[in-house]
């Protein structure tokens, strides 16, 4: 979809009117949440999204069609510069017919023992994948946001417990790192319009180590304009 707003000469940022920003997103990921800041901050400048399949949104940067890419990982991280911004908890899609779909949720080993598990991406589409689970063909590992958009009333999404989050990050090219990117980067971390606009975005802070004789309190895990997928997706991603 395309937002064609009339630019200005100079934009709030500084960039020239033929600026536009690009931004792919893999399926699940909402970016509504930004993109309605950006327009309410820079009306003037254009925008566009596209959604990309999971594993291109990497290309769309390296081809120009995006100007930054919110990613699944992991990706290919050389020339990037890389910020995770969230989990989400994986799912085991059943079929409602399955043994499994009163349960509240599966472990790690009880998917292992499955004989037919597939996981996303899938050499078929998403929707494809699901109907050949609602027929009982085997079962699909998939994030949680995907399985809730290929929900459907045959099949059942079961939270797997003990298994790593599927982890989303923003991402651009490390040498286009432009006042444009920035901006946007800004947004996605919470930036507020009284925050300045030309300090760069500073790297991904790392947990430093609790000095001796001290007791630790802990490390908050830092929230950058995402929200944590933690909770547990009722049956059925409805």
């Known amino acids: 979809m395309t937002d064609e707003r009339a630019t200005d000469a100079q934009g709030a940022v500084g960039e020239p009117t033929s600026a536009i920003l690009r931004i792919a997103f893999a399926p699940g990921v909402t970016v509504r949440k930004w993109t309605t800041r950006w327009a309410e901050r820079h009306p003037d400048i254009p925008f566009e999204v596209v959604q990309t399949a999971d594993g291109d949104g990497v290309a769309a940067l390296h081809s120009g069609r995006a100007t930054v890419s919110f990613v699944r990982l992991p990706?290919?991280?050389?020339?990037?510069?890389?910020?995770?911004?969230?989990?989400?908890?994986?799912?085991?899609?059943?079929?409602?017919?399955?043994?499994?779909?009163?349960?509240?949720?599966v472990s790690v080993d009880e998917v292992a023992a499955i004989a037919d598990v597939r996981d996303y991406p899938t050499t078929e589409s998403t929707k494809d994948a699901v109907a050949l689970v609602a027929a009982g063909v085997g079962a699909l590992r998939l994030p949680h946001s995907v399985a809730r958009?290929?929900?459907?009333?045959?099949?059942?999404?079961?939270?797997?417990?003990?298994?790593?989050?599927?982890?989303i990050a923003v991402c651009w090219p490390q040498d286009e790192t432009t006042p444009l990117v920035e901006e946007f980067i800004g947004i996605v971390r919470g930036r507020t319009v009284a925050s300045s606009r030309t300090s760069p975005t500073p790297p991904t802070p790392r947990t430093k180590a609790p000095e001796r004789g001290r007791?630790?309190?802990?490390?908050?895990?830092?929230?950058?304009?995402?929200?944590?997928?933690?909770?547990?997706?009722?049956?059925?991603?409805?």
């Open 75 to 105: 990706i290919d991280r050389q020339g990037l510069s890389v910020i995770r911004l969230y989990g989400e908890v994986p799912v085991l899609v059943v079929s409602r017919d399955s043994a499994l779909a009163d349960r509240e949720s």
């Open 215 to 238: 007791r630790s309190g802990g490390s908050t895990p830092q929230r950058s304009g995402g929200k944590r997928a933690t909770g547990r997706p009722r049956r059925g991603s409805r």
């Open 149 to 167: 958009m290929a929900a459907r009333k045959d099949v059942v999404a079961l939270p797997i417990d003990g298994a790593p989050e599927t982890e």
